[in-house]
């Protein structure tokens, strides 16, 4: 039997859009699963996710997650990629047929803005009531039968997190006769004729729909950044004239159009939300009491400290039994390799270069696991906007505000999506300068190199818990002040500017999904596994080759085989900039293999001192790293791992620019090849400079 409503000959596009912290992300994976493809927008560093979703009847849907905007009248590249999709202004993405609205449904009236904007576009749309439990919670009701009424779209109740309210939504999309809205609003007559004429001229020389081209023209005269973005198709000439004119005559006669506009929008928003919205008494909720505590002067920063000793605390106690498992099985392999095999280069390759190198890493796995998931899990439960908020008094007296910290609390994990969420700060000197300082945080890939400088720094097979504690909260702590004080210079030498104020919601407290929060573990850790099994690979590879080759005279010892080798010539060549940090040509190797990135200092220095410490015939065997280190001398005897000289390694990685991932992020972020240069430069300066005074002050006081 035919379908009564054939599928289209290609999926109808629906765009979901919607304020920060309402949900548009939980829903847009809810439709899609793990059918997404996810990437940037050409031109700009702004995430690009799109999906497939299936209608009631089967028939696939193409889905694109927009970026959070709060306005069409884009102050940010990711409201300005939000505005030109659903303009059709990018060629690189097809423009949505439909549109699906997502709003807070406990602050309607604030999330209504967004929505007046879209339905002047004269598109189907469908508008969806999130966090309908949370409004319950807060006192508020809301008359759905009287908005859809009022606005002539599907209006669905829903609870994205516990997937209330998907098979409605998924039914109104399915529907071919979606209808257009009857939103109903009257341009003010100031700014009348001059939108009139825009949109005649958007029409006639720009070929747009006359409801788009008067969406459009509206939007010109309040957008803060009326220039295109990469990938767009510029205003015509005549457009540009007419636009330039009206300005021209209003600043003359003093009328602010911009703020006649919004503030007309907000009349009608607020009559109909009036209409709709319904209070009832309520006591305080319980994420008013939660924030009581949690955002208070004093309490505020206790519960912060406190919640970041207890990640710590978490990565070493948690990760204890499945590292030492992944290490035992490494081993184990790496020793079957070696019975297996004959001796010979090719053995020597794969154990003391591939698993040597590789199994260095990935015995960090369940500590890098465990940061990620309370990373997520403090995310999805909406204290990380608590915790901007708790340091935007301090962030503004770097020249910051707290919508700052977020970019750079995100870069505790990475810095790399770190350095991408900064395109949310709408101030454009501020957002530079959160990028240049974004990489001081000590990320993820620091992990390995702090956890083994500490495994050598103490003596005794096994590390105080409160010392690793200690020590890497120290670490951590240099890092964010590191980046607070460059914060502080640069906005009052290359970047000046007056710090700007912050406007941030605070989401309500819900309970964290965790399905989410391990989707986002697994993709974090295949991330690093991938890195683990190309990168570090093959830079293990490399770097045994460069250690084994060219062969010394047979006889020689392993240390004069070592010294002999490419890499033993590369580290002897950067050892006079090095040794007034206490580093030998040894440590040289590992600085410069880790500009690749960070974590590659333990799997080269790994492949470095197996080389040297690996016996003959029987008795070979690949010493364990923390031994090997602590084993290691001067020529004249003098140990080079001393607890001064791990402490002095881990505020280098600290500072320095050891991530080319990094630096390539930034290049495309800024659009210059100068910021990322200057940032090498300034970092590892710092890092040298900072790491002299350590040891040289430590041992003019006898350490």
Not at 347 to 376: E, K
Request: proline residues 6%; contains cysteine.
């Amino acid at each position: 039997m035919a379908s009564l409503h054939p599928a289209p000959a290609t999926p109808r596009v629906f765009a979901v859009v919607g304020n920060p912290n309402c949900g548009k992300s939980t829903l847009f994976n809810a439709l899609t699963g793990l059918k997404q493809k996810v990437g940037n927008y050409p031109g700009v560093t702004v995430e690009k996710k799109v999906g497939t979703a299936y209608s009631q009847h089967g028939q696939p849907m193409t889905v694109i997650d927009m970026p959070g905007s709060y306005s069409l009248a884009a102050r940010s590249p990711d409201e300005a990629v939000t505005r030109d999709v659903l303009l059709g202004r990018r060629s690189d993405t097809p423009t949505p047929e439909r549109i699906i609205c997502i709003v807070d449904a406990s602050n309607l009236e604030r999330s209504l803005y967004l929505v007046h904007q879209v339905l002047d576009l004269g598109r189907p749309v469908i508008l969806v009531l999130n966090m309908m439990d949370i409004a319950a919670k807060s006192g508020i009701a809301l008359r759905i039968a009287r908005l859809e009424k009022e606005l002539g779209i599907p209006v669905i109740p829903c609870e994205a997190v516990n997937g209330k309210g998907l098979i409605d939504l998924k039914l109104a999309m399915s529907r071919p006769d979606l209808p257009l809205s009857r939103h109903a609003w009257d341009v003010p007559k100031a700014i009348a004729p001059a939108v009139a004429e825009l949109q005649a001229s958007l029409v006639d020389n720009d070929n747009k729909p006359p409801l788009s081209a008067r969406a459009e023209a509206l939007l010109l005269l309040t957008d803060q950044d009326a220039v295109r973005v990469s990938g767009s198709t510029p205003l015509s000439r005549r457009t540009s004239e007419i636009l330039k004119g009206w300005q021209g005559r209003w600043e003359s006669e003093g009328t602010d159009w911009a703020a006649i506009l919004v503030q007309s929008r907000y009349d009608s928003i607020g009559k109909m939300a009036a209409e709709v919205v319904q209070r009832r008494p309520a006591g305080s909720s319980a994420t008013d009491r939660i924030d009581a505590a949690v955002t208070d002067p004093v309490w505020g920063w206790i519960i912060l400290v406190a919640v970041m000793a207890l990640v710590f605390l978490s990565i070493f106690t948690l990760a204890e039994y499945p590292m030492d498992w992944i290490d035992h099985h490494v081993a184990a392999f790496g020793e079957w390799v070696r019975s297996s095999l004959a001796p010979g280069d090719l053995r020597n390759l794969l154990t003391d270069g591939a698993i040597a190198g590789v199994g260095s890493i990935l015995v960090f796995l369940p500590q890098i696991l465990i940061l990620f998931f309370f990373i997520g899990l403090l995310e999805s439960t909406g204290y990380m906007a608590r915790a901007a908020f708790i340091m935007d008094r301090l962030m503004s007296r770097v020249g910051l505000n707290g919508r700052s910290f977020i970019p750079m609390l995100s870069s505790y994990a990475c810095a790399i999506p770190g350095i991408m969420a900064t395109r949310t700060i709408e101030d454009a000197k501020d957002r530079l300068v959160t990028i240049l300082v974004a990489p001081l945080m000590s990320c993820s890939a620091r992990l390995p190199v702090y956890l083994i400088m500490i495994a050598a720094l103490v003596p005794g097979d096994r590390v105080p818990l409160m010392t690793k504690v200690g020590i890497m909260m120290l670490m951590y702590g240099l890092g964010t002040g590191g980046a607070f004080g460059f914060a502080w210079l640069f906005k009052r030498t290359l970047l000046k500017g007056a710090p700007s104020m912050m406007i941030m919601e605070l989401p309500p407290y819900h309970l964290p999904r965790l399905k989410d929060v391990a989707f986002h573990m697994v993709e974090r850790a295949w991330i690093f596994v991938r890195n683990a099994g190309t990168v570090i690979l093959a830079i293990s590879i490399v770097l045994w080759f460069l250690s084994a080759y060219p062969r010394a005279p047979q006889g020689a010892s392993a240390q004069e085989q070592l010294a002999g080798s490419f890499a033993g010539r590369a580290g002897h060549a950067i050892e006079p900039l090095i040794k007034p940090l206490g580093f030998d040509w040894r440590v040289g190797i590992g600085l410069i293999s880790s500009f690749a990135a960070r974590e590659v200092f333990v799997s080269s220095t790994a492949v470095v001192f197996n080389v040297e410490n690996v016996g003959e015939g029987k008795d070979m065997n690949v010493v364990p790293l923390r031994t090997a280190l602590r084993d290691a001398r001067w020529p004249d005897g003098r140990p080079l791992f001393t607890p001064l000289v791990c402490l002095g390694l881990m505020v280098y990685y600290v500072f320095a620019m050891q991530c080319m991932s990094t630096v390539a992020v930034v290049w495309r972020e800024t659009n210059s090849l100068w910021w990322p240069l200057f940032q090498i430069i300034y970092m590892t300066g710092t890092a040298w400079v900072v790491t002299f005074v350590v040891y040289q002050a430590g041992r003019a006081l006898g350490f």
